[in-house]
């Protein structure tokens, strides 16, 4: 299924029907994990709309080398909410990405510290 699967994805740019097929399967799943992470419902709505719009201008480089379509749909999605993010503070998306890294790695050993003095005690 995935051979089949992989040339309606690469047409997505050019072939509206295979664009309105892939929209309606995804849709409610990508309008749900934009929503999960943008407290604003307009905003939402935009960037889905975002994400599918980057989806039309990725479609032809769809390789399907790392998880098939839906893996490759939300890693759009990711970049497009982080961009936005990025858009806020007024910085470059690779700065935001990499001050988020840098905020996920703090937590992480901020919480190992915890976790040992609660197994001691």
């Not at 295979?18 to 934009?34: K, L, N, P």
């Not at 935009?46 to 080398?65: K, P």
């Not at 999605?77 to 996920?104: D, F, S």
């Amino acid at each position: 299924m995935r051979a089949k699967a992989e040339p309606a994805v690469r047409s997505i740019g050019t072939d509206p029907a295979a664009f309105g097929e892939f929209y309606r399967a995804h849709v409610d799943e990508v309008t749900r994990f934009v929503t999960r992470r943008v407290a604003d419902p307009q905003l939402a709505a935009d960037l889905t709309a975002d994400v599918f719009l980057a989806v039309i201008d990725a479609a032809a480089d769809y390789r399907g080398s790392f998880g098939g379509p839906r893996t490759w749909l939300f890693g759009i999605a990711r970049n497009v909410i982080a961009a936005e993010a990025a858009a806020a503070l007024g910085i470059r998306p690779v700065t935001a990405r990499v001050r988020m890294h840098r905020a996920r790695q703090a937590l992480r050993s901020a919480r190992f510290p915890l976790l040992i003095e609660t197994e001691v005690a």
